[in-house]
């Protein structure tokens, strides 16, 4: 069955860098997007980007250009985000999500989600 | 970018009654390719979101068909045909049609 399994959650200093991963199973990685959401706790989901590991192409949101970047490890099925120079307001939970293949493009199968803190 | 708004933002309801959500587009979302990429999702206390309803209508694998998707341009509705307990948390509209992808602010479904 299809699962999107993240990491676990982190805990980082402002200034630093987090590095979340996703690892797929059940499907054929390079056929399907990953996309990437941020949700900070209690409020809305955002839509930071998506990365296509069949061909490394990546689209980011012009809030998160410069924040997020993404990769994708095909031979450990894996995608990744690094986050860079964080500040408090990067504090969210984070999910990897898929892209179905049936042309609709829409998030079928969601990761557990990823707690991160900002702290000092 | 695209502005999707959710009415209402709190909905009310007894068990096996019928409600329905408006997602209203700031842009039409209709694709060149004659797609209008305009998914629901919901997500449950605690739970990541899971996928509904896709291209406006169409019921994912899986979901309860009391569950139904409607609309077009830039008008859109979720309707649920008796609500049951699991039915309740929040429910977000989202778009993929033009770039970034972009969410309605979300319904909360709660018991009345």
């Known amino acids: 069955q299809v699962q999107l399994q993240q990491s676990g959650a982190e805990l980082a200093k402002p200034g630093t860098s987090v590095k979340l991963s996703c690892k797929a199973s059940g499907y054929t990685f390079t056929s399907y997007y990953i996309y990437w959401v941020k949700q900070r706790p209690g409020q809305g989901l955002e839509w930071i980007g998506y990365i296509y590991p069949g061909n490394g192409g990546t689209y980011y949101s012009e809030k998160f250009k410069g924040k997020a970047t993404f990769t994708a490890d095909t031979s450990s099925s894996t995608a990744y985000m690094l986050l860079g120079s964080l500040t408090p307001e990067d504090s969210a939970y984070y999910f990897c999500?898929?892209?179905?293949?049936?042309?609709?493009?829409?998030?079928?199968?969601w990761g557990q989600g990823v707690m991160v803190t900002v702290s000092s | 970018d695209v502005v999707l708004t959710q009415t209402p933002p709190t909905l009310s309801a007894t068990i096996g009654q019928s409600v329905s959500i408006s997602c209203r587009s700031s842009q039409s979302l209709l694709h060149s390719n004659g797609n209008t990429y305009l998914h629901w999702l919901l997500q449950r206390p605690g739970q990541s979101p899971q996928l509904l309803i896709y291209l406006v209508s169409r019921l994912e694998s899986g979901v309860p068909n009391r569950f139904s998707g409607s609309g077009s341009g830039t008008d859109f509705t979720l309707k649920i045909s008796g609500v049951e307990a699991e039915d309740l948390g929040v429910y977000y509209c989202v778009q993929g049609t033009h770039a970034p992808w972009t969410f309605g602010g979300g319904t909360k479904l709660e018991l009345k």
């Open positions: 999500a898929r892209g179905a293949l049936d042309g609709s493009y829409a998030p079928d199968y």
